[in-house]
């Protein structure tokens, strides 16, 4: 069934793409293709798996060209950008490939599917401590703590992680900002100055909003932190600090459980380290938020 539902997927992004195969196309157009994009073709041809995994930024750095040089190669063939030519390079490519290295249990055989779903989401958390530095870490905290104002900043499924964490901190009584809305992101993060934070979410690093955000935020002075899944990324550039939730997902896997349980494994974090240095305080301000709902819970 599982498998069923993945094959399906596949086929319908398909449909609405409506491109030939990707790898065919490319041989097609290589006669019209400068030296540069001639290299990027090589490199996509020999590797077509691999780049459906990997960040324009990734791709920028291995081959030593400009990203807008490789969204320029995906316009030639057809495609607005880099996200949706993986997206076409994905359906091209052998299916059974993505669904074995997926699925690679007996999808009839539940205990089997309890183990490896269990087994995939203690490695993400294993896997991003291990990415976490103490340092940078202890640096966010003491931000957090003395921040006039924090804007926590995410949409799509990032913004649903940006709301988990505005719930928690503001518990403890920070002021905390955030919405559905990436324009009243912005606007937001237009008031912000030194002293104030911007906490940005975004697994992929790429997110135009969440990128212009940050850019926005860090030139009004603020401090931007941010948690993403790429060290390199347009997101990073912005940032005074970068808490890495190092987990891939291919273009039919945006806003995986994976990564949002490495979101919320860093957010934990921060919140936890915040918690315990406002002692007494923090509690409070946790009494106080709960006695102002508790006649509405039985």
Excluded at 42 to 54: A, E, I, R, S, W
Excluded at 210 to 224: C, H, Q
């Amino acid at each position: 069934m599982i498998l069923s539902l993945w094959r399906i997927r596949i086929k319908a992004v398909s449909n609405m793409q409506g491109k030939e195969n990707v790898l065919l196309t490319i041989e097609t157009l290589k006669d019209s293709f400068t030296k540069t994009e001639k290299k990027i073709a090589t490199f996509v041809v020999k590797n077509p798996q691999k780049v459906v995994y990997m960040s324009l930024t990734e791709v920028s750095d291995i081959l030593k060209v400009s990203e807008g040089s490789i969204v320029r190669f995906c316009q030639k063939l057809g495609y607005t950008g880099f996200h949706p030519f993986k997206i076409a390079l994905a359906v091209s490519e052998n299916q059974e490939s993505f669904s074995s290295s997926e699925f690679d249990f007996n999808s009839r055989d539940l205990s089997s599917l309890k183990n490896y779903v269990a087994q995939r989401h203690i490695d993400v958390i294993k896997n991003t401590s291990e990415f976490i530095s103490e340092e940078i870490l202890e640096a966010c905290v003491e931000k957090i703590l003395t921040a006039r104002t924090i804007l926590i900043s995410g949409v799509g499924a990032s913004g649903n992680t940006a709301h988990d964490a505005f719930y928690k901190f503001m518990r403890i009584g920070l002021n905390c900002k955030t919405s559905h809305d990436a324009h009243i992101q912005a606007m937001i993060a237009s008031e912000l100055r030194e002293g104030d934070v911007l906490l940005a979410i975004s697994q992929s690093g790429s997110t135009l909003e969440i990128v212009d955000i940050a850019d926005i935020a860090r030139k009004g002075g603020a401090t931007v932190i941010a948690i993403t899944g790429y060290a390199r990324s347009p997101l990073a550039r912005f940032a005074h600090h970068v808490l890495l939730t190092p987990t891939r997902e291919s273009p039919f896997e945006s806003g995986a459980l994976r990564s949002k349980i490495a979101q919320l494994y860093v957010l934990e974090l921060l919140f936890t380290a915040v918690f315990h240095r406002m002692e007494e305080k923090g509690r409070k301000f946790i009494e106080r938020t709960a006695d102002s709902v508790a006649k509405w819970i039985y």
